[in-house]
């Protein structure tokens, strides 16, 4: 397994991952997500290929083929209250269903925090939807601690 990345050849194993993320949410949180669907286009896919500021890791096997992803998008902060300093957000991670367990997903997060300490950032966040248990649980296995809590309450 290596890890690289994205390329444009790359999108329809990314599509079919984002599928099973969008399928995961839509079980946890069918009130927001709509099964069948992804997060991203095609189209929107080949523009954040092309953003710096929006790197896609993947992992993929001794054929080249894309068995995982991260998708990550680097944040400045400079409010005037707050520290400066630079994050890793990390938007959304995904290894095949078929072959989790494996410690890709590991790797995957292993790999996101190198980049962020070479490019000199203060910290990696994520958000996990609750409901993703799996997800949380993974996260906190990695060191990932709550930083903040979003609440919601649903008017409709």
Not at 85 to 113: A, F, P, S, W
Request: hydrophobic fraction near 40%; include cysteine; proline fraction near 3%.
């Amino acid at each position: 397994m290596n890890i690289r990345p994205a390329q444009e050849k790359d999108i329809p194993a990314i599509d079919r991952l984002l599928s099973q993320v969008l399928e995961i949410h839509a079980q946890a949180r069918p009130d927001l997500f709509i099964s069948g669907t992804r997060k991203y286009t095609d189209a929107e896919l080949k523009e954040i290929l092309h953003d710096a500021s929006r790197p896609i890791y993947v992992a993929v096997n001794d054929e080249d083929s894309v068995i995982g992803y991260a998708f990550c998008i680097l944040e400045k902060t400079d409010a005037v209250n707050m520290k400066a300093h630079e994050t890793i957000y990390i938007d959304d991670l995904c290894v095949d269903q078929n072959i989790r367990h494996q410690h890709i997903g590991q790797k995957l997060v292993d790999y996101v925090m190198a980049q962020a300490k070479a490019m000199g950032c203060y910290h990696v966040t994520l958000n996990v939807w609750e409901g993703n248990d799996n997800a949380k649980a993974f996260y906190e296995r990695m060191g990932f601690q709550t930083e903040k809590t979003m609440l919601e309450k649903i008017v409709k």
